[in-house]
């Protein structure tokens, strides 16, 4: 039987992949959203069918409604439509690919339906990662990583017991500045942060991994999805982006996950576990690829790494709140607003003066923490 999905951010990067590996291993697409891109979702409602197509942009939605009046495809609108479709949908997983804070009520949304979920929105799981993780054993929902270095510890955990976990070994490509001061981090450009080395993604995440800021953000996604503490992750630059993360296991023994780099291999693993199928990607070949190198991040270059694991102990609301000005300064740095040194300025600014936030421990209250740091960011960034 060809599996149903969901695809939640499907106008985006991993979401235009994932239709990318329906397409090739023809599961059914029951419910699209999308951001603002009605042109697009139109034409992967045209191709896919789906029961509701759902747009988080409310003008977007009504042109889509337009677009599609010639069929009986349902068109919702905002984040509620997404909500409520998520809800009512029969498909067996939702892949989760919405960019940013907006991705946190679908994933609850999901979570409470009891389907799987297959989740590249890491900012579920920094903005109320226990709230999440607690509500998913309470539902039995099943949530399987798609970022490529948790589905590689995801992989890797199946040798072994949790008790057994010494550390979990997180690999970073570096991102394009890697080896460069703080002097030279200051004369940068958005050309040169958006030319990522190894990996082909969204622009938002391009600039986060130049900062290692998106690498801050795992460590605080693995710690939650594997119930490690960030003391015991380690983050190891390793430019070539073949090993995709590793567990060291109390007797030494490291396993990890090796292959080229792409979205799509995360993307089919997580809908077709526990089960592995062909695929039509490349695969690695070791020998041509001839050696691996490894080495240590530079945190005094890029601090918001370690901010992340301050961030995850302080608790709370407090990664929220990193991570609301990080998509602030990011916003703001693309459209040419400040430089690159300043991304890391304006979240440790909104940092400071948001203290309160961890007291945070409902939803509403992370809700709410994530709101007034976005305007209180925007503040720093004028
Ligand atoms: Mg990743």
């Known amino acids: 039987m060809n599996k149903r999905i969901a695809v939640l951010g499907a106008t985006g990067s991993v979401g235009t992949q994932a239709l990318d590996v329906a397409r090739a291993r023809g599961y059914k697409i029951d419910f699209v959203s999308g951001g603002r891109n009605a042109a697009l979702a139109e034409r992967i409602a045209r191709e896919f069918r789906p029961t509701a197509v759902a747009m988080a942009d409310l003008r977007a939605a009504n042109e889509l409604k337009y677009r599609l009046r010639d069929t009986s495809i349902r068109v919702s609108a905002g984040l509620k439509g997404i909500c409520e479709e998520v809800e009512a949908s029969e498909c067996d997983t939702v892949v989760n690919a919405i960019l940013g804070g907006a991705g946190l009520l679908p994933t609850i949304a999901a979570i409470d339906s009891g389907k799987r979920l297959a989740l590249s929105n890491k900012e579920s799981l ?32 199946k040798s ?8 979990l070994i997180l690999t970073a490509s570096g991102g394009p500045f890697y080896g460069k001061s703080r002097a030279e981090l200051e004369r940068v450009t958005l050309d040169d942060t958006l030319a990522h080395p190894t990996w082909k993604m969204g622009r938002k995440i391009t600039v986060d991994s130049a900062t290692l800021m998106n690498k801050g953000f795992e460590i605080i996604e693995a710690a939650h999805l594997f119930s490690v503490s960030p003391d015991k992750i380690d983050v190891v630059i390793h430019r070539e982006s073949i090993l995709h993360s590793a567990v060291e296991y109390i007797d ?26 062909e695929t039509n990607l490349p695969s690695l070949d070791l020998t041509a690829l001839g050696r691996m190198t490894f080495g240590k991040p530079d945190t005094e270059a890029f601090p918001l790494l370690n901010m992340a694991k301050r961030a995850f102990f ?15 300064a990011v916003e ?51």
Do not use: W
Request: charged fraction near 30%; proline fraction near 4%; charge should be neutral.
């Open 332 to 382: 703001a740095f693309l459209n040419g607003r400040i430089s690159f040194m300043d991304i890391s300025r304006v979240v440790f600014n909104t940092y400071d003066m948001m203290r309160g936030a961890r007291y945070a421990r409902t939803l509403e209250d992370i809700i709410a923490s994530d709101k007034e740091a976005r305007e209180l960011a925007k503040k720093y960034v004028k």
């Open 160 to 167: 072994g017991k949790p008790l057994e976990i010494r550390r």
């Open 252 to 277: 030494n023994a490291i396993i990890g996950q090796f292959s080229l780099p792409d979205m799509r291999a995360c993307v089919q693993y997580a809908v077709d576990y526990p089960d592995r199928f």
């Open 126 to 157: 920094v903005m109320a990662g226990e709230i999440v993780m607690k509500r998913a054993r309470e539902k039995g929902t099943e949530i399987i990583p798609v970022d490529s270095e948790h589905s590689a510890i995801y992989q890797s955990l």
């Open 314 to 328: 302080e608790g709370g609301a407090c990664p929220a709140v990193l991570n609301a000005a990080d998509e602030v």
